[in-house]
């Protein structure tokens, strides 16, 4: 059974900083790239890091329980123990986190953890994992 792929193109101001910080932080794997553009594998899913400086613009942000969400971001939903270990493993590196591990709508329909992270580039990369799966989509 061949499982469905989330592909992502997004702008970066240096390709050497994007590389670094994907790898080595994120833990990215690589595939073809070129000197405009580098695809990285983040849980089997494709990022495509373009060299585009004058694209890379903050984004707006919008409150959700309390944070200043960027409205612009992409991210991964994990299982929770995996969300846990992964949030843990960036703590030890001592990340500068966008905004910090916290359980949103503890104890409601939907309860979740999350924490962002800031690339060198400005993107804002949100992982997150749900208490019980079926509220992803839940009203």
Known sequence: MTSTRFHIAFPV???????????????????RETENWIDFNLYGHQLVAHLSPS???PSNKSLVDGDQIPV???GLILPWNEWGKLCKSFEDQELAFYIKPKIRFANKKGEQGTFFLNDPSGNILEFKSFKDFNFIFKK
Request: include cysteine; aromatic fraction near 12%.
């Open 55 to 57: 694209d890379c613009l």
């Open 13 to 31: 101001n240096d390709l050497e900083t994007s590389r670094e910080f994907y790898t080595q932080v994120l833990g990215c794997s690589i595939g």
């Open 72 to 74: 612009r971001h992409f």
